[in-house]
């Protein structure tokens, strides 16, 4: 199936930024869509960012609407978020996802998930 490996995470300060990757491998020819969900200490899973794969379209949670980037190397089978302004709210565990459909990544529903990697903001 599908395998999905999230790197990039780490410590920064309120204002700063970090580039998350998600490298997918394994069987990729059904995977339309790919995204990031993330979850808090005592909070429900939360969607954040998420784009077609051929398409390019993107969608975006309006906590990190103008802040973050999603983004994809078809080459590489790679995807990206380029997150800027960070702020303490952003601290979590950040997940990346893939699907065969938009919708199911944005409804936290997406088929394949990754190990996730840690965010954590100071203030």
């Known amino acids: 199936q599908l395998q999905l490996v999230e790197s990039g995470g780490g410590l920064v300060q309120a204002g700063g930024s970090l580039r998350l990757s998600c490298a997918a491998s394994?069987?990729?020819?059904?995977?339309?869509?790919m995204g990031w969900s993330r979850q808090a200490p005592g909070k429900e899973r939360e969607f954040v960012a998420a784009?077609?794969?051929?398409?390019?379209?993107?969608y975006y949670a309006d906590s990190v609407k103008g802040r973050f980037t999603i983004s994809r190397d078809i080459a590489k089978n790679t995807v990206y978020l380029q997150m800027n302004s960070l702020k303490p709210e952003d601290t979590a565990v950040y997940y990346c996802n893939a699907d065969s459909s938009l919708s199911d990544i944005v409804d936290r529903a997406a088929d394949y998930w990754g190990q996730g990697t840690q965010v954590t903001v100071s203030s």
């Open positions: 394994g069987r990729t020819f059904s995977r339309t869509a």
């Open positions: 784009i077609g794969w051929i398409s390019g379209v993107t």
